[in-house]
């Protein structure tokens, strides 16, 4: 047997507004509601299951990416006009990082979920 993550639920204010936001920058659709979730499914077949709350805690969630879907993903954070730093903290506005050998960018979505895209992780 392998182990593997299969989902991880996400508190948000509005999980169909969040869902769209974060399909929209990733390239991806958002799922059919399934009960109380709104679900986008990344390409490994784990889903982020969106579920409205009134109590919303900030989390960070990181993605692997490719080069070509990195540069895709990062036109529509600039063309969207969404603050992107190149460090969690957020204190290197305006900047990519380098890290490992490949690049990397956070930034928030509309609930203060620290959200970054990476290409390449280290070891």
């Not at 077949?45 to 692997?64: N, P």
């Not at 990195?70 to 969404?82: L, P, T």
């Not at 190149?86 to 930034?107: K, L, Q, S, T």
């Amino acid at each position: 047997m392998s182990i593997e993550l299969n989902h991880t639920i996400v508190r948000v204010r509005d999980k169909q507004a969040a869902a769209g936001f974060l399909a929209g920058i990733l390239g991806l659709p958002v799922g059919a509601q399934t009960g109380v979730f709104v679900p986008v499914r990344l390409d490994n077949g784990v889903t982020l299951d969106y579920l409205d709350s009134a109590e919303v805690r900030s989390q960070h969630y990181a993605f692997l990416v490719g080069d070509a879907d990195f540069d895709a993903a990062f036109a529509r954070i600039r063309a969207a006009g969404i603050a992107y730093f190149a460090d969690p903290g957020h204190e290197r506005a305006g900047e990519v990082n380098r890290n490992f050998g490949g690049r990397g960018c956070y930034f928030a979505d509309p609930d203060g979920h620290n959200i970054e895209l990476l290409t390449k992780v280290c070891g």
